[in-house]
């Protein structure tokens, strides 16, 4: 298998940034091609300043070269000044490891964190030189799997994919692996199709052309049924168990180009049931299951001495959560105490924080700015969300930081969340004026700062706000105005609240695409043939575009735009993705939608949704579902100090 670059490399002058597109990266790994029997290109279907630090496709990539047998390369989305010459110069989409032909590969896998990327994904394929459709696609092109957050509702890129894979993907990848080294191993007997039913057995791969879908009259879902023999009604999401015994990375990738986090990240714990109502990454993936604070440890000492990063980050939905964080925190600290090296912590909820653990975090004296997200502006709306965070517990938290010596915090919101009015959003005003007078009070110092990012909130699946109506995107925007304004005019604290904020527009598309059925996939063609890239940059995403696809897509279906969007769900609605399980009860979901709508009425209706680690089961149906438990400490351990050598 040739290599592209030298084709390439003259036509990298004529770039911006051409250092993205060359490879040769710190802990890159490139193989022999005829090595090896199975053949996997991952990608991240954004910029490569954004796509290598993905810690999803940089585990991937890693786990897959562990073995002699697979070889695994990344690609990632080309600017537009790349694709004009790559087209101009029949260049195809190539691996960035040893610039192959991504076309030429067993399988093409695409990791989706956001909605957002589909036209990159389309873009990605037609530069490769793979039919569009998986439907047109023959025995030699690649297998297209997608993974990720957005893969527990493949259906509106339906038919560009081959297959999907719901879950963790650390075991899922070999599994596949094995079942397309066993394929070719025989002969390839009965081709493409033979070789997809055989992943789609598992239960644990969707592949959409073994599902027919059939809508009702007023076009709603009528059934999403298997179309042969011996393919599961339903497929399940797979979770990795005992983390400690995959410690990765444990080889990160060190970027050549500037990437949006330049750090060496550990994931400390996956999943999340605080309970937060909006929060699709926490519903899937459930349960709770710690690494240990032995493996944390072994893994941030590899990681700095094989990388050289500076930075560390302690990774989960809640990090603070993890049961011997004070622990973990006091032990990395001691270990790097006087190095170049230092810790962080990503967005901390309210009622986890501890000035202790902050201290510990910023003991080599790089004290960055704290995180906090109390989500909603008024205390009913916090009830809505099931995000258990009183006024007076933000007060009291930032009145701790800034008493020892923080100066500046940031809060964040969302805006559009279900009930809500234009007095639940001013009350982010008010809330943030009360915490810089709370500061100033504290510290007898004016210098104090609260930054203030809002945004809008996307109804997704598996969620308990999976049937809400999105809020539109005008109504978004106002509300926006009217609180930018209220902010502005206040004489006393205005100059002191920084405001950063996403326009009502993006978020009706992110939504349209989160929701949608496979009838959405020929909006996405629409898009992506109008010239749809990069739709997660402002700089690149017109909604015009969007609203004019939809007409033409949507048009003689009986439905559009507002359908998917602005319109609420009933129970008895068939959605896109009930036949995808993330082994939440259906009912259980339900049942708390209908807590949320109490509570909206009468805050004391019904009581907060409690965490499962710290009290009895609710029942949501996960653990007995996917035969999985929670796994949490405290384990007792204790990290040694590193030894001097």
Known sequence: MESLFARLEPLLPRVSKPIQYVGGELNQRVKDWDSVSVHWAL?????YEVGVPNQGVQILYEVLNERDWILAERSYAVWPDMERIMREDGIPQFTVDAHRPVGDFDLFGISFSTELGYTNLLNALDLAGIPLHAVDRGDDDPVVIAGGHAAFNPEPIADFLDAAVLGD?????????????????????????????????????????FYDVAYAADGTIEAIVPNRPGIP?????????????????????????????????????????RGCRFCQAGMITRPVRERSIETIGSMV??????????????????????TEIGDIAHALADRYEGSNVSLSLPSTRVDAFNITLADEFSRNGRRSGLTFAPEGGSERMRKVINKAVTEDDLIRTVATAYSHGWRQVKLYFMCGLPTETDEDVLGIADLA??????????????DIRCTVSIGGFVPKPHTPFQWAAQLDHETTDERLRKLREVVRADKRYGRAIGFRYHDGEPGIVEGL??????????????????????????????????????????????????????????????LPWDHLDSGLDKDWLWSDWEDALAVAADPDAVPDVEDCRWTPCYDCGVCPEMDTEIQIGPTGRQLLPLSVV
């Open 43 to 47: 990608m991240y279907p954004d910029a």
């Open 169 to 209: 993907g650390e075991e899922v990848v070999l599994a596949i692996s094995e079942v397309v080294r066993e394929w070719k191993g025989e002969g390839e007997p009965g081709g493409r199709d033979e070789l997809l039913r055989r992943l789609a057995v598992s239960e644990n791969v969707y592949v959409p052309r």
């Open 233 to 273: 009604f339903r497929i399940r999401k797979h979770t990795l168990m005992d983390l400690d015994q995959w410690p990765y990375p444990a080889k990160p990738l060190v970027p050549l180009a500037e990437t949006v986090h330049e750090r060496f990240s550990v994931e400390i714990f996956r999943g999340c049931t």
């Open 513 to 574: 695409l989160s929701r949608g059925d496979r009838r959405v996939g020929r909006i996405i063609e629409e898009v992506w043939r109008d010239g749809g890239r990069f739709d997660g940059w402002s700089e690149h995403f017109s909604y015009d575009r969007w609203v004019a696809a939809s007409e033409r897509a949507l048009e003689g279906t009986g439905v559009d735009l507002d359908w998917y969007t602005v319109r609420e769900r009933d129970y008895d609605e068939v």
């Open 433 to 446: 004026t009360k915490v810089i007078a709370k500061g100033r009070e504290v510290t007898g110092r004016n």
């Open 301 to 322: 000492e590899t990681g700095i001495r094989r990388s050289g990063f500076e930075e560390v980050g302690l990774l989960s939905l809640s990090s603070a959560d993890h």
